[in-house]
């Protein structure tokens, strides 16, 4: 044999009778109590951005439940407007009507009984004045 094969073959042998590595166990230290460990401090950071996130969210959520409630509380108010307009309107072209009937003989003769329980015995009609204050 060469003399590269024998230290080939020394190197092999010292391979194998060599033990094999075992790996350290890390030593258990303990932490100073006033500072704590980096990973806690990165888990609160991400805690408190999810609380957060929650937060605006639940903010989100909240307005749009207000929103909602002062879109149905203006709504009712509209109806409740519209039905007053209805009722004006109706009560309106009611008066106009009655106007229309009493600008007439007939209607001046019969406002005069009803209002003044009067009932003129000549046939010449009876001429009201209003005055005003």
Known sequence: MTSLAKAADAIGLAVLRAPTPQRKVPLEREEPRGKPRRKARR?????????????????????????????????????????QLRATTSHSAQLRSQLRQMKTQTGEAQAVRQVLHYVPTTGSPVVITVQQP
């Open 43 to 83: 888990r609160l950071k991400l805690r408190f951005g999810r609380l957060m996130f929650a937060a605006a969210i639940a903010y989100l959520v909240g307005a749009g439940a207000i929103g909602e409630l002062q879109l149905v509380h203006v709504q009712s108010q509209e109806r409740q407007m519209l039905e």
